[in-house]
């Protein structure tokens, strides 16, 4: 079983920027492919970015491209999202999530793994 856990969101004013992380723990920690996704009040849970097991593939829903990036350090087997220009609309909670396989993927279900969720409040 693998447990992820995230850490670094928070309040910023929109302009900020923030990096969240996300680290998993467990007997069977891989660095198989990530991803992150996020979740405003009354809304579905959608696709942010994701990242395949080696950090060279990556891909991102249209309206953080070009704003957030995200990236691996497959030796601490962590993923981080870092998040610039920030908007009242990226406000959300946002999960990290793993799936045991090398190719990322844009939809939830493909998830085997999710973190406990960070939130992230964008002020204007």
């Known amino acids: 079983q693998v447990q992820l856990v995230e850490s670094g969101g928070g309040l910023v004013q929109a302009g900020g920027s923030l990096r969240l992380a996300c680290a998993p723990s467990?007997?069977?920690?891989?660095?198989?492919?990530m991803g992150w996704f996020r979740q405003a009040p009354g809304k579905e849970r959608e696709f942010v970015a994701a990242?395949?097991?080696?950090?060279?593939?990556?891909e991102y829903t249209n309206s953080v491209k070009g704003r957030f990036t995200i990236s691996r350090d497959r030796a601490k087997y962590t993923v981080y999202l870092q998040m610039n220009s920030l908007q009242p609309e990226d406000t959300a909670v946002y999960y990290c999530a793993s799936r045991s396989r090398f190719a990322s993927s844009r939809l939830t279900s493909d998830y085997d793994f999710w973190g406990q969720g960070t939130q992230v409040t964008v002020s204007s």
């Open positions: 990242i395949d097991w080696s950090g060279g593939d990556t």
């Open positions: 467990g007997p069977t920690v891989k660095n198989y492919a």
